[in-house]
């Protein structure tokens, strides 16, 4: 299927690795300029839990393309810990790295997509915004929070041509999960948290990245028109979804 997205300017961040990397190359293979970003790597190298870089990593897209037409905001990140060993330092972190990237790229974006009357912003979100993790706390609220973001942009700007919607992945085979303390690491035996893991979701295994960012595609497209305020469930079957 054509998603109608060829020439079309999209911002992935956090898209080194994992879904951000799957949805950067399921949106070039659609034939959209693509700008990817990451720590380590990306078109444009930034930290985005740093005040003043998502701003600056959509500047830079927006003067080398001349226009930003979609933003998919991927970036984030969690260990398992305990809700009564936070820090408010901790807290503090997973603020800046889950909610606030998205929210500073989000502010930066805007302007140039209300002057144009038209732009679309999809923010990966986790199957813990509607049902909390209690090994992962932190992420838990903020990635709620994200969804409640999601929509207050969807109402505010749909008047300017501007959708906005969320994507909530289960547990999905990336780095994140996989790679050598990682989370399944941290919970125990790997392959036994592997297997307990996908057990629970209805489908029996976790999802791929290419399987996120195939709705993560669709809801940056044209196909997708008349859906904004909406939180797609990707999940395997865990939660209802909600919208």
């Not at 936070?86 to 997973?94: K, V």
């Not at 044209?222 to 395997?236: L, M, Q």
Request: glycine share 12%.
């Amino acid at each position: 299927m054509d998603l109608g997205l060829r020439d079309t300017v999209c911002l992935v961040t956090g898209s080194t690795g994992g879904i951000g990397l799957a949805t950067a190359g399921l949106l070039r293979a659609e034939g959209a300029v693509v700008v990817t970003t990451g720590r380590s790597g990306g078109d444009v190298r930034a930290d985005l839990s740093r005040p003043g870089e998502p701003e600056r990593v959509v500047a830079e897209t927006i003067e080398r393309h001349g226009r930003l037409d979609v933003l998919v905001n991927n970036v984030g990140g969690t260990d398992i810990r305990k809700l009564e060993e936070l820090t408010d330092e901790d807290w503090q972190a997973s603020f800046e790295l889950n909610l606030m990237s998205a929210i500073r790229a989000t502010r930066a974006a805007l302007p140039g997509m209300r002057g144009r009357g038209s732009g679309t912003i999809v923010n990966v979100s986790s199957t813990a915004a509607k049902r909390p993790s209690t090994g992962m706390p932190d992420y838990s609220v903020m990635k709620a929070a994200m969804l409640s973001f999601s929509r207050l942009v969807a109402d505010l700007y749909a008047k300017d041509g501007i959708r906005c919607n969320a994507v909530t992945p289960g547990p999905t085979a990336t780095a994140t999960w996989l790679a050598d303390g990682g989370l399944a690491d941290q919970q125990g035996d790997r392959e036994e948290v592997l297997a307990r893991v996908g057990a629970g979701r209805p489908l029996g295994r976790l999802a791929e990245p290419g399987e996120i960012a195939a709705v993560v595609a669709f809801l940056c497209s044209p196909r997708a028109s008349y859906v904004t305020g909406a939180a797609w469930s990707a999940d395997g079957g865990t939660v209802p979804i909600i919208v």
